[in-house]
């Protein structure tokens, strides 16, 4: 038996839920959700702790780092999510947010049992992404014991980067190795030890905090518009017509024709049309504006 495991909250078992299997559908699904509740609870708790790792992002991104994620399981799964969905959303190069899952990109799909108790393994991905001491690694685990995400985080801070651990229990192993832990306690599960229930729904908040913060952050959002999203099918197609639309107050046809000339990029046309700049002298001044079309707009 190992000790350290049998003493999580996250292996405890719910006395709440302790018959769950002899409720009806309505119940089941009644009594999940009340347990959800809790989620935003723990998640509020870690706001200070939040806010600290979103700060040291923002500052690692605008200075040219790079953040990576390293999970397992359904931690793994959900770094990924969070990473892929930063370019069509900011426009961002896909090597500036990262993630990577033990077991390997079949793991996004196939539970890779056992992948995660393999330090080594982490500590290689790591060394493979070229991390220097600019960048800022973020290690995302239930329990805090994940073995591959440890040896990430290990090799990580060994290279200079800054380490940040997303965990759901108090005193982990992960908790010595980071700069911030972020650790919304969500309590025992529903059903005991299923981690992708209340404690991935608080994983998932809040690494949907730590990129959506520090994009607001670095310029990528004008009032709550995200103006720098790669319009790269019909939806944000459709999308970038009507933020553009939304901000100017310019009709479909002006909205489109200046998104045409601007290849897209919605901040570019909003900053042609509301200043009456060129595309050239457009992007002049957001460059020296570091992106942040307000403060573009001021000038």
Do not use: W
């Not at 200070?48 to 991104?61: E, G, N, R």
Request: proline share 2%; hydrophobic share 40%; with cysteine.
């Amino acid at each position: 038996m190992n000790e350290y495991l049998m003493n999580l909250i996250t292996e405890q078992v719910n006395q709440t839920t302790k018959d769950i299997d002899e409720l009806s559908t309505t119940q089941i699904l009644e009594l999940i959700n009340k347990e959800d509740s809790k989620v935003t609870v723990a998640v509020e708790k870690e706001i200070s702790q939040i806010a600290k790792a979103v700060d040291i992002i923002t500052v690692s991104l605008g200075n040219g780092g790079k953040m990576i994620y390293f999970g397992a399981g359904t931690s793994g799964r959900l770094g990924i999510l969070d990473a892929s969905e930063c370019p069509p959303t900011y426009g961002t190069d896909p090597a500036l947010i990262q993630a990577y899952i033990a077991g390997g990109d079949i793991a996004i799909r196939t539970a890779v049992e056992g992948s995660e108790d393999i330090e080594e393994d982490g500590r290689n991905q790591a060394l493979e992404c070229h991390i220097t001491k600019g960048d800022v690694v973020v290690g995302i685990t239930a329990s805090g014991s994940a073995a591959y995400v440890i040896g990430a985080l290990k090799q990580a801070k060994e290279l200079g980067a800054t380490v940040i651990g997303v965990v759901n229990n108090r005193n982990t192993k992960l908790d010595p190795i980071c700069d911030v832990c972020i650790a919304p306690v969500t309590g025992p599960e529903v059903i005991v030890g299923s981690t992708r229930m209340k404690a991935g729904t608080a994983q998932k908040m809040v690494l949907n905090m730590l990129t959506t913060a520090a994009m607001i952050k670095l310029g990528k959002v004008y009032g709550n518009m995200m103006v720098d999203l790669n319009a790269s099918n019909v939806k944000l197609i459709d999308r970038a017509i009507r933020i553009v639309k939304t901000v100017t107050g310019v009709n479909d046809a002006t909205a489109k024709e200046f998104l045409e000339k601007s290849n897209y990029k919605s901040k570019l046309a909003i900053m042609m049309i509301q200043s009456g700049y060129t595309v050239e002298e457009s992007k002049r001044i957001l460059k020296d504006n570091n992106g942040y079309l307000k403060q573009a707009l001021s000038k």
